[in-house]
């Protein structure tokens, strides 16, 4: 299956289960495949026929920014479902969640939570 990729997107946003995470903020980095069909975009070179990927990150961004999440799980979550469901031509999304500024006492370069969704995962 074809794929768009998208690799270290970040925002700054709010997430975590303690209280320091809600009132200093940190940034979030997300890695994206969406897998799709891009045999149609491709012969014609037409953007309806693909899923833009301003489109994606845009997407991201109001989901991160939007709402808060105790857990990077959720938040992963959150994002997959949105996508699958207001993009009917992804098939299926694998996405991870980097959080290079968890509150852990080690030095780590980052933690992350990795899934993959369908959308007959969702109902879609």
Known sequence: MDRIILRDLAFFAYHGVYQEEA????RFYFDLDCYLDLSIA??????????????IAKRIEDIVTG????LIEALAEAVAK?????????????????????????????I?????????????
């Open 23 to 26: 009132n200093l903020g940190q």
């Open 42 to 55: 491709g012969i014609s070179d037409d953007e309806n026929q693909t899923v833009r990927y301003d489109h």
């Open 67 to 70: 709402q808060r999440f105790k």
């Open 82 to 110: 949105d996508l699958l469901t207001h993009m009917d031509k992804l098939q299926s999304v694998r996405l991870k969640v980097r959080k290079p500024e968890a509150p852990i006492p080690a030095i780590i370069k980052d």
């Open 112 to 124: 992350a939570v990795e899934i993959t969704r369908k959308r007959k995962d969702y109902g879609l």
